[in-house]
């Protein structure tokens, strides 16, 4: 009888993603990323984010496309809600980071996938940013994140995805570790008339 | 105590601990010339660079040397420091090593074909050079660490001897691998709150099915693994060391400090406004040691299955998951609730007197299985150097064996370049008796 090792198909490319691990351990300064977004306020609550070029492998590097996000908040804030809170944003990049990483360890260790679904809740308590009561915190009170997969392995294997996908989750680690964040302002120069313009 | 003029010599091992004394039997055993340069005395650091209540993690029957061993009356005990130090003491005069003591190395560089080794004693030559100076020789704290307001008390687990040395009140000991655990159950129980700080571990019973978890190890051929077979080596050399306690059946996993009142948070990540940050990645560093601990009592399990042979051996067990408060802590206000911070935060390996080019940029030997990247030049006794028990105490023969028979035949190499003329191989001695050592601390 002959054995047939099946080759999982989780459409990541494992050996790229190695050969980068490997070229980039040898150039550490090709691995110093830098992410960029803009965002350009519209009206009330209504924002809208673009991303499109970053900074990796030592140069300037594009998305294939822009990509844009409206944010909003829900009608019962008297927004118009035209997107996503942005709160609600994290929690998809969250599960967007940890769901590729399912992916990619996977594919190293051979596990077909067949479907992964995560669902993300975060409760939160608005007396912290409505200023109601200084001892609640803004953010969230905490993040559950439940991931169902159907994958040919065992339940232990599947939780040992999900697990070294957070071990290596840069979402994950931007949310459960502190981040200096700077935020710096400019004000925009009075535009000049040209009827100012003494002659 | 070996006398002995600096001068040339066929080859030199720096350090008297259980490596360098290994290297020292099997040159010996070869015939080939040879001193062991010690900076104080045989086994230092454990004399005097570790607390007074550590035992080895491996039990005494585990405790051997080629040619030599453990036959005391307690092959189940766990040497104290104190015993390691008479057993490599022991072992040193046993063994006849050439051990020259008080003899710091300050700089090593490169000579005519060979090594010149500086000492305040005069300078050395010599062919091949073996750094037998351990990994642990510089204490490591996270940067973290500059953040702590000055009026907390601060130490690192090498200068801790035992709790009378710290005020009372609450200890935050960072670090949970064996000297975090370890501390932090000491600690406790001596009256001082302890706030325990976990980043990734290494979760193991001291017992399974009946048996302690060395002699499962050792007997399955786990430690025999090879540094070659591993996916990731850099990160297989990284593995922290095991919660394990010298303790003949005692567990000190993090529920079993749970128990004793230890409160458990994440890893420490960050300081602001006086405050310990602690990551909110507890739960997962939490399952991944369980999913890790059960993966390895599988192994054990098929192992044993395999051989169809049980005495001794009671029924497969797991144990309970590892218990996280439902709303983990995530920061400590260190001048209103902490008294003392412990960093069990490791140690790395001090080159900066080799000035030889065989170290990277970040600090570690460039080396291939313990052949660093410079003609005779080698290295044993670090963590995973060839196989996963190349830093124990019974480590160290094997690799000590294969690193001294390439070391004799580059000797041998490169006296036929030198003379030009074919030199006999070096023959063995001949292996010595197996003898019996002392019992440790009689």
Redo the contacts between chains.
Sequence with gaps: MTMQTKIADNGVNVAALLGAREALSRAPEAARFKWRATSKWLKGTHSRGTVEGFFGLGGEQMHRQSYQFDCDHPEIFASEDNGAAPVELVLVALAGCLSAGVAAVAQKRNIQLRSVQATVEAPMDIQGILGIDPEIRNGFD?IKIHYEIDADASA?EV??LV??S??RSAV??V????TDVSVTTSKVEDRVVPGNIEC | MLTRLAGYIDVIVIGAGHSGLAMSAVLGERGIDHVVLERSEVANSWRTERWDSLRLLTPNWLSRLPGYGYVGDDPDGFMTSAEIGEFLDDYAKWSSAPVISHSTVLRVTRADAGYRVATAQGDWTCRALVLATGAYNQPVTPRVAQGVPARIHQLHARSYRNPDQLPPGRVLVVGSSATGVQLARELQRSGRPVTLAVG?HVRMPRIYRARDIQWWMLAAGLLERRIEEEDDPQRARRVPSPQLVGMPGVTLDLNALREHGVEIV?RL??M?DGKA?F???LR?VC??AD?KL??LLTALDQWVEGRGRTFGISAPERFAPTVVDD?PRLEIDLCADVRTVLWATGYRPDYSWLKVPVVDPRGDLVHNLGVVAAPGLYVLGLPYLRRRKSSFIHGAEDDARELGAHLADYLDGSERGRSGSCVAPRSARGSFPVAAARRAGA
């Design positions: 905490r232990e939780a040992a697990a070294q957070q071990k994950f680690d949310i459960t570790n502190p | 990734e994440g990540v960050g602001r940050q990551s909110g990645s997962n399952a991944l999913l059960n993966r709303v």
